[in-house]
């Protein structure tokens, strides 16, 4: 009878665990389609998403053969729509398996984000993420 206590308090504990795990791991994620036929990814390692807050991003491009583009140079402008902002450009760098790199929004409102993607031998190409809303901190 302990025991099955013991064991059913054990796997709430899990439960639990995983529970908070799950809220630590919240992304917020954006999708458009680029390279004819393929895709850009942009994934925020927080959600909602907010204000003065240093936010860890993780960008994927995939080709239109579903293959991932791992030699581009991204140049990324992040601004908003309603007004003019002082330049924001986020570094993000090439880190194994994504393109990575820290996002701080100085307003709360709508935002764009756009990412220039040069590669060698291929014309540049521009994709515009589009958020929605970026809450007070
Ligand atoms: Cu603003």
Known sequence: MINRVYKVMFFLTIFAFCGSVAVFAAETKFEVPAFENGKAQLIFADAPLKT??????TIILTDGAGDEITDATLQISMDMPAMPMPPNNPAAGWDGDAYRGDAIFTMAGAWKITVDI???GFAENSVVFEIEQVMMK
């Open 52 to 57: 003065m807050t240093k936010t860890p991003f």
């Open 118 to 120: 040069e590669r060698q």
